[in-house]
């Protein structure tokens, strides 16, 4: 499956070109992603395991598994008890798909919300961030744009036009930043309410993913890790001879996942915020990809088909879900998200943070992307020929 997605093909591109600028990789840094087929291996047994995990899909092809209620000898056969009273979880707004789960006023069919068209018509809709008020993304295409409606629904608005790939993006307070994927890409940024776009940085050979603290903007590009004060000026390198894929950052440190030239040896890293020398979390991890973070952990996707978590400060890593697809991923303070990306079954998909069965929020959806979440709903982008922006409730 893998082999046929653009996004993970990008992602190939990405490694590809920093070998061949750097030279720091070999051809199975390429050639080992291109044999990853649907089949999903299990688990290289080397990590605590959560628990089974499985894909969350119902026989009705997608729905969570079990209802998370308890039968009652005088409920009908079909429903369950939910609060003391009986329901039919499948269909019941109030309580789809497990008691007790909301869908906002949104249908419930087959066990799952619907989801909410934001917007549609964005070609390659890629990377997607939320604030209290609006969702932000970018059209990632050449003569690209950074976009934003409100997270109610509404009229698209682009914020900056004509961008040579925007490809990532990240949202603070009072502004909009991105990346450019293109050789000696910008790192940028635009007011939220729109205005002025300025340049922060070059972002170097191919920058391709960012993130914002309080004071500066970090950022990937082919073999580095940089940083630059929000009101631009001079880039600093904190970590060099790197094949960085996604990125994360807290209040002291800055944390990616990264490719080996053997997939099989892929690391999670991190490096002081000051710089300094780069600290391995997890090792021998098969193309980890999408990266987040919460107070202690760090949390990512691997192509091997695993969702995992390893504390921030190190030690034996832990597998949340197995036999996924999972692309990007996001978490809250309960729960870890993800997409998996594939063509027309595309899922959107949670697990506890401490592990468990992994419940499908969406399904359908085709290359479904970059994920965000808030207190209510997850958001995310399907990055097909049509390119919508889509959200569900949690």
Same mark, same amino acid.
């Given at each position: 499956m893998?082999?046929?997605?653009r ?5 190939r ?12 990789c070999g051809?199975a840094?390429?050639i ?14 080397g990590e605590?395991s ?11 092809g997608?729905?969570?598994?079990g209802t998370?209620g308890?039968?009652r ?30 869908c ?10 619907e ?5 549609t ?6 990377a997607?961030?939320?604030?209290a008020?609006?969702v ?8 690209g ?7 109610g629904?509404?009229?698209?608005v682009?914020?900056v ?7 990532d ?7 909009v ?8 890409g ?11 776009s300025?340049?922060l940085a ?14 500066s ?5 082919s073999?580095?890790v940089k ?5 631009g000026?001079a880039? %600093?390198?904190?970590a060099? +001879?790197q094949? &960085?894929?996604? /990125?994360a950052v =807290?209040? *002291?440190? !800055? @944390? #990616?996942t990264? $490719?080996d030239d ?5 690391r999670?890293?991190?490096?002081s915020?000051?710089?300094g ?5 997890a ?5 980890p990809?999408?990266?987040?973070l919460d107070?202690d952990n760090?949390y990512w ?7 995992r978590?390893v504390?921030k400060?190190g ?14 991923v996001?978490?809250d303070?309960?729960n ?8 027309d079954?595309?899922?959107?998909m949670?697990?506890?943070?401490d592990?468990?069965?992994?419940? %499908?929020?969406?399904?359908? +959806?085709k290359? &479904?992307?970059s /994920?965000?979440v =808030?207190a *209510?709903? !997850? @958001? #995310?982008t399907? $990055? ?11």
């Amino acid at each position: 499956m893998y082999a046929s997605c653009r996004f993970q093909m990008f992602l190939r591109a990405a490694v590809a070109l920093s070998c061949s600028v750097l030279g720091i990789c070999g051809c199975a840094a390429v050639i080992g992603l291109d044999e990853f087929t649907d089949d999903a291996p299990p688990g290289d047994g080397g990590e605590a395991s959560s628990g089974e995990a499985s894909s969350g899909e119902a026989s009705s092809g997608g729905a969570p598994s079990g209802t998370g209620g308890v039968d009652r000898p005088d409920c009908p056969d079909g429903l369950v008890d939910c609060s003391g009273s009986c329901v039919d979880t499948s269909s019941d707004p109030e309580n789809c798909g497990v008691c007790g789960r909301s869908c906002l006023e949104q249908p419930c069919t087959e066990a799952l919300c619907e989801p909410i068209v934001l917007a549609t018509g964005q070609p390659d809709a890629s990377a997607i961030a939320v604030d209290a008020d609006s969702v932000y993304w970018t059209n990632r295409v050449y003569e690209g744009k950074v976009m934003k409606l409100p997270i109610g629904g509404g009229t698209p608005v682009s914020l900056v036009q004509e961008q040579n790939h925007p490809i990532d993006i990240a949202v603070d307070a009072s502004s909009v930043y991105w990346v450019n994927y293109a050789q000696m890409g910008d790192v940028m940024k635009v007011p939220v309410g729109g205005g002025t776009s300025m340049s922060l940085a070059n972002g170097g050979n191919y920058p391709s993913r960012i993130a914002v603290s309080a004071t500066s903007i970090y950022w990937t590009s082919s073999g580095q890790v940089k940083k630059v004060p929000i009101a631009g000026g001079a880039p %600093t390198t904190l970590a060099e +001879q790197q094949n &960085p894929v996604d /990125i994360a950052v =807290d209040s *002291t440190s !800055v @944390y #990616w996942t990264h $490719y080996d030239d053997d997939i099989t040896m892929g690391r999670v890293m991190k490096v002081s915020i000051g710089g300094g020398i780069p600290t391995s979390l997890a090792e021998g991890q098969v193309g980890p990809t999408g990266i987040a973070l919460d107070a202690d952990n760090v949390y990512w996707a691997s192509d091997d088909g695993t969702v995992r978590r390893v504390s921030k400060d190190g030690g034996g890593h832990t597998i949340l879900a197995e036999r996924q697809y999972p692309s990007a991923v996001a978490v809250d303070d309960v729960n870890v998200y993800w997409t998996n990306y594939d063509d027309d079954t595309g899922l959107v998909m949670k697990v506890a943070k401490d592990g468990g069965t992994p419940i %499908t929020l969406a399904a359908g +959806q085709k290359y &479904p992307t970059s /994920i965000a979440v =808030d207190a *209510t709903y !997850v @958001y #995310w982008t399907n $990055y097909d020929d049509s390119g919508t922006v889509m959200k569900v409730a949690k």
